[in-house]
């Protein structure tokens, strides 16, 4: 069964940045598509970015340009590098595959943006 562990999440400014990091089990990260999820306090989830198998990427508007997801297929690991942060990015991130595969989610880490 796979494994999602999401890592990374913390307090921060706004204006500043977090790297999140998403473990997957066995060799899965270089035979899918990837994708980053959001949840917001009652909001529905929301893709994030997104990125191929070939390194395609693609992105919400609200977070084009400040947020860049990127793949490790050797470490199988899919990370998600946020910079300019706004307490709007206040969130449960998730990983998962693009589109999502089964029914498993991770626990997600959660980001909050405050001063």
């Known amino acids: 069964q796979v494994q999602l562990v999401e890592s990374g999440g913390g307090l921060v400014q706004p204006g500043g940045s977090l790297r999140l990091s998403c473990a997957v089990s066995?060799?899965?990260?270089?035979?899918?598509?990837w994708a980053w999820y959001r949840q917001a306090p009652g909001k529905e989830r929301e893709l994030v970015g997104a990125?191929?198998?070939?390194?395609?990427?693609n992105y919400a508007g609200s977070v084009q340009g400040r947020f860049t997801i990127s793949r490790d297929n050797a470490k199988n690991t899919v990370y998600l590098q946020m910079n300019s942060l706004k307490p709007e990015d206040t969130a449960v991130y998730y990983c998962?595959?693009?589109?999502?595969?089964?029914?498993?989610w991770g626990q997600g880490t959660q980001v909050t943006v405050s001063s």
């Open positions: 990125i191929t198998i070939g390194g395609s990427t």
């Open positions: 998962n595959s693009n589109p999502v595969a089964w029914k498993y």
């Open positions: 066995g060799s899965l990260v270089k035979l899918l598509h």
